[in-house]
């Protein structure tokens, strides 16, 4: 069975501090990894995709296979990053038959 | 260009009523999920379309819970009788295909008293 593991409910740090949100995962098979973020009051939407490589609004997340683990990691964070995070696991054929993590609370003290 | 559609927004019923929510997807995507997000937890994947084709509702609880999507475009989620468990948002995600990542509606919060 496919689970993905957010061990951390609220994470807090400092403006200009780096942040990294946990994600470990389980899947037999070859999994593509994703960040979702969910700002106050906006609609779900998507990060960042480990096939994409990209590194959006400064976030970048390694997937690294012999630990199952795909987290997201930022140098510098922002006031504006205070949001919720969701990890979340699919199929390579299927992105949104996806299972969620539970997500972080971040939030970005001034 | 105009993002997913949903309503009602907010939804409040008693228990064994029943409620029916609406999608409408972005326009041009084929395939259409319903998802439960319940507080505290991240979204489930209740059922996926393809048109108006159904690719996976295994996850559905077809005892009380139904979807359709007759002409390929809007969907209805319904749930007759509901029960307090029941409570939760109810998301539409819409994508053009399957490899591509969902785009998510604002959601349907549903309180089932």
């Known amino acids: 069975a496919q689970r993905v593991t957010q061990p951390e409910k609220l994470l807090s740090v400092f403006k200009g501090a780096p942040v990294e949100l946990k994600c470990n995962y389980s899947y037999s098979g070859s999994p593509e990894l994703f960040w979702y973020v969910q700002y106050s009051r906006q609609r779900l939407q998507l990060l960042l995709r480990?096939?994409s490589r990209e590194s959006i609004k400064g976030f970048t997340a390694d997937l690294n296979k012999g630990e199952t683990s795909f987290h997201l990691k930022k140098p510098f964070a922002q006031e504006e990053d205070s949001a919720m995070y969701y990890c979340?696991?699919?199929?390579?054929?299927?992105?949104?038959?996806?299972?969620f993590g539970d997500g972080t609370t971040l939030t970005v003290k001034p | 260009e105009a993002g997913v559609a949903q309503s009602p927004r907010y939804k409040i019923i008693e228990k064994r009523q029943s409620v029916a929510f609406w999608c409408n997807p972005i326009?041009?995507?084929?395939?259409l999920y319903w998802y439960q997000q319940i507080l505290g937890q991240g979204p489930k994947l209740l059922i996926q379309?393809?048109?108006?084709?159904?690719?996976?509702d295994s996850q559905l609880p077809k005892d009380r819970f139904s979807a359709e999507r007759l002409k390929g475009v809007d969907s209805t989620l319904k749930i007759q009788p509901a029960k307090l468990e029941d409570s939760a948002v109810y998301l539409c995600?819409?994508?053009?295909?399957?490899?591509?990542?969902?785009?998510f509606g604002p959601g349907t919060r549903l309180t089932v008293l």
């Open positions: 979340a696991l699919s199929g390579r054929t299927n992105a949104g038959k996806s299972t």
């Open positions: 480990h096939i």
């Open positions: 995600a819409s994508s053009p295909e399957g490899l591509a990542a969902p785009v």
């Open positions: 379309f393809q048109n108006n084709g159904v690719v996976d």
């Open positions: 326009s041009g995507h084929a395939t």
